[in-house]
């Protein structure tokens, strides 16, 4: 019965060792669809910066841009 249980416990744990990695192609697939979803965040977050940022919607409530120095000055 020891022996079985041991005979086993090798068969699982050979099959599981010789598990093959993942071919080139299914690597690809996995970094392309990683990286769209990359992609399709960045664009959100693009669009609501966009929407944001319409023009007339600056700290100094004039329609001239910011030069970020603190001055209203033109």
Known sequence: MRGALVALACLAFGLSACRQEPSFDERYDTA????????????????????????????TGDDEPNDGDGSDAS
Do not use: H, S, W, Y
């Open 32 to 59: 392309q669809k990683k990286i769209e979803g990359m992609v399709d965040d960045i664009d959100q977050d693009l669009e609501r910066g966009a929407v944001a940022a319409q023009p007339g919607d600056n700290a």
